[in-house]
């Protein structure tokens, strides 16, 4: 029998409970304008949304100002966007060192480095600082549990996470993390947002590390390394063999690489703290590489050199 779309369509819909009406949300801050933050802030800025991007300090505003700038005009330049695009998403977008000025956003997504402490402080001063009482406050994060980031806030059932893969502007999956006091709403929201509005396609996980892409991908990265550091290949052979013998698009030394070294230690972390499974544990070598500033292509080295 011939499969039936509309049916499909149904039950895709039943299953995710997306409400037909637009989302709400027009105001956004992205708080981290690094490689993920600016990523974030460039997709909702081209999706029309007022989009205000916050920094610890004025050297690494203007260093993510300038990352998202020239993201932007590389789009125009490939004709991606138009000019008129372009110049209408540049107008969307203000950029801050001060949270205090969030306090009229919508949604706040947090983007910063995958630690908890500094996840958890940064909800704190949100929750005291963004004033609709129904603001939804979401983290990017990669593993790090978000019930710990939801009770530290007076308002549990607005937090969600919303989990971008990079580079934001071009991938198309969203990870749509609930964690336990999430209300339905939120998530509705949250996911209207992110389909409707973003264009991309959200999945849901459940608030365990690594929700589902990185509790698939990272144990893959880590057995690379410890390919790697063990000498069985060289590191173009692994690569290769992965991309020419099972057609990835990229190895997984390359892609750790893309992701970041100190990135794929902190997920590896936080999944073999909650699971205790042996293949989650960060190899010798990677952290060794992280602390040796040896992250990948943002810092120019990594298991390659690179401009």
Excluded: W
């Amino acid at each position: 029998m011939a499969p039936n779309p509309r049916a499909a369509e149904q039950t895709n819909t039943e299953r995710h409970e997306v409400t037909d009406a637009l989302t709400d949300i027009t105001r956004v801050g992205v708080v981290g304008c690094g490689q993920m933050g600016a990523g974030i802030a460039e997709v909702c800025a081209r999706s029309g949304l007022d989009v205000k991007v916050a920094e610890t300090t004025g050297e690494a505003l203007e260093i993510g100002r300038t990352r998202l700038l020239n993201s932007l005009a590389k789009a125009a330049s490939r004709g991606k966007i138009s000019e008129e695009e372009l110049a209408a998403t540049q107008a969307r977008l203000t950029f801050t060192t001060d949270l205090g000025e969030f306090a009229d956003r919508d949604l706040t997504i947090e983007a910063v480095v995958e630690n908890e402490q500094v996840k958890t402080e940064i909800f704190q001063i949100l929750d005291q600082v963004v004033t609709r009482p129904d603001a939804i406050l979401a983290s990017n994060t990669s593993s790090i549990p978000l019930v710990k980031l939801a009770v530290a806030t007076s308002r549990p059932d607005h937090v969600i996470g919303i989990h971008f893969f990079n580079p934001a502007p071009v991938q198309k999956l969203v990870e749509l993390i609930p964690a336990l006091t999430t209300s339905e709403g939120t998530i509705s929201r949250a996911q209207a947002l992110v389909e409707k509005i973003l264009g991309k396609h959200a999945i849901r996980a459940q608030d365990r590390s690594g929700f589902v892409v990185n509790a698939l991908l990272v144990p893959y990265l880590l057995s690379s390394i410890r390919m790697f550091e063990s000498g069985i290949a060289s590191r173009e052979d692994i690569d290769n063999g992965m991309e020419l013998g099972c057609a990835h698009p990229m190895g997984p030394l390359k892609l750790s690489d893309l992701i970041g070294l100190d990135t794929i230690a902190s997920i590896a972390d936080s999944m073999y703290a909650e699971y205790k499974e042996p293949l989650y544990a960060a190899p010798p070598l990677l952290q060794r590489m992280v602390d040796a500033g040896r992250l990948g292509r943002k810092s120019g080295s990594g298991f390659y050199t690179y401009a």
